[in-house]
């Protein structure tokens, strides 16, 4: 096929596929297939498909994947598919400041979709210049920015600024969203390691930190089992580790951070169950929302994006007992379960009346 973005042909651009299962990640085990090519001066694609079935099909176009898509398809049982991708793009543009007023460079900015209405979906980040202004194109649509916080990469300075996040942007098609400002300023730093339920160093794990308003995946660690990660909001952190492979989980571990400060913290996994939430409207179709998970202490649970319209990832939680929430044009709707020790998955099924 051919990729376009903004009504041109998006040269050297990444394009992945994976057959897709129900979380959008790619098979596990010896059926696990993949393939991946670089579109051409005039956006032109080829991959090759070990056969017919359901691809998550990506790109990625630009340094670190400045711009990136994504979407699911049925592929036929045929010799030839041919798919087109027509990304429609608008703009969104602003300026990225400390306290004092002074600009700030090599502040990563990025947008990322903030309601997956239809299959398809993507984003974009970028880099301030010398007068701490950026601009992003990035597919149309509602969507989230954020400017700081420690990316992985980059400068040490620029890396120690908090985050903020400007959100509900609607971009429309050859838009522009101006004057989106980010005002930063200094946090503190979270270090520590994390340990597999057998006792060994775990390697890529994720990190994530939950406070009153949201939980949000904060670093990952090294193959050593250790992280390092800066730019963090100073105050109470409640921070947790999951697995790569969604199956364990660390209890949450309360810190205090400091700006200009570092704090340690250790955590071990154990095991835990991956629940899958669906969400359908009153006639029975599959829905987007935006959904909450809460633990007896109501505390925000880590949640991801699922392979499907409607569907969302949560977890994975320990044992005990949680509350799910789904919102969509005022209207919401709740849900009680428990998970045990034993279960390696769970699904649940909301519907709007």
Request: proline content about 4%; charged content about 25%; overall charge negative.
């Amino acid at each position: 096929g051919r990729v376009r973005a903004g009504g041109e042909p998006l040269a050297d651009a990444q394009v992945f596929a994976h057959r897709a299962r129900g979380d959008g990640n790619a098979e596990d085990g010896p059926q696990a297939t993949s393939s991946s090519t670089q579109s051409d001066a005039e956006g032109v694609y080829e991959l090759a498909l070990p056969g017919a079935g359901r691809y998550a099909l990506m790109l990625h176009s630009g340094n670190f994947g400045s711009l990136s898509w994504s979407t699911t398809l049925d592929v036929p049982e045929v010799t030839e598919f041919v798919f087109d991708v027509a990304i429609p793009l608008g703009r969104i543009s602003g300026r990225v400041t400390n306290a004092a007023g002074a600009a700030l460079a090599e502040i990563w900015v990025q947008a990322e979709p903030e309601r997956h209405e239809g299959s398809a979906h993507g984003g974009a980040r970028t880099q301030t210049d010398e007068d701490g202004r950026y601009e992003l194109a990035l597919p149309a649509g509602t969507h989230a920015v954020s400017a700081g916080g420690d990316m992985g990469w980059g400068s040490d300075e620029a890396g120690k600024y908090v985050a903020e996040r400007v959100s509900a942007l609607v971009v429309s098609e050859n838009g522009h969203v101006r004057g989106i400002d980010f005002v930063l300023s200094a946090g503190g730093t979270l270090a520590g390691s994390v340990r597999a339920p057998d006792g060994t160093p775990a390697r890529w794990v994720q990190i994530w930190s939950g406070d009153a308003e949201r939980v949000r995946t904060i670093g990952w660690c090294q193959d050593s089992g250790s992280f390092h990660i800066r730019g963090l909001e100073p105050g109470t952190h409640w921070i947790c580790a999951t697995s790569q492979d969604n199956r364990a989980t660390s209890a949450a571990t309360r810190v205090e951070l400091e700006a200009g400060k570092t704090t340690r913290v250790e955590l071990e996994l154990v095991p835990a169950t991956l629940v899958r939430v669906r969400v359908r409207d009153a006639a029975g179709a599959e829905v987007g929302c935006e959904i909450e998970v809460l633990d007896g202490e109501t505390r925000r649970q880590p949640l991801h994006s699922g392979g499907e319209l409607g569907e969302t990832l949560v977890g994975p939680l320990g044992a005990g007992r949680y509350t799910v929430r789904a919102r969509r044009e005022e209207k919401l709707v709740e849900l009680a379960f428990e998970v045990s020790a034993t279960q390696p998955n769970l699904e649940l099924e909301l519907a709007f009346e």
